[in-house]
Nanobody, 119 residues
Framework: QVQLVESGGGLVQAGGSLRLSCAASVRIRSFNTMGWYRQAPGKQRELVASITSLDITNYADSVKGRFTISSDNAKNTVYLQMDSLKPEDTAVYYC?????????????WGQGTQVTVSS
């Protein structure tokens, strides 16, 4: 069973940094894409950053230049380094993995980790 466990959230002042981790129960190279999403109260869940099995990265415009997604295959973990945090970055951050098994596509979500940025 594929499981994702996020960690690293917390409370930080504006301008500060946090690093989120997403540990997978299987080899992350088996995934097509892994991504970080966030959902603020009253808002839809949105993509923050993603990384493919070929290490191609993609970022939301709102976080470009501030956030960095990376992966460590040896640890089966994907990270989200968040710098220059703003109050509007406050949200629950979720990790997601997409993979294909047979002819079907699947996605798996973590339980989420809260990030709160105070002004």
């Amino acid at each position: 069973q594929v499981q994702l466990v996020e960690s690293g959230g917390g409370l930080v002042q504006a301008g500060g940094s946090l690093r989120l981790s997403c540990a997978a129960s299987v080899r992350i190279r088996s995934f097509n894409t892994m991504g970080w999403y966030r959902q603020a109260p009253g808002k839809q869940r949105e993509l923050v950053a993603s990384i493919t099995s070929l290490d191609i990265t993609n970022y939301a415009d709102s976080v470009k230049g501030r956030f960095t997604i990376s992966s460590d295959n040896a640890k089966n973990t994907v990270y989200l380094q968040m710098d220059s945090l703003k109050p509007e970055d406050t949200a629950v951050y979720y990790c997601k993995a997409d993979f294909v098994l047979g002819l079907r596509g699947y996605d798996v979500w973590g339980q989420g980790t809260q990030v709160t940025v105070s002004s």
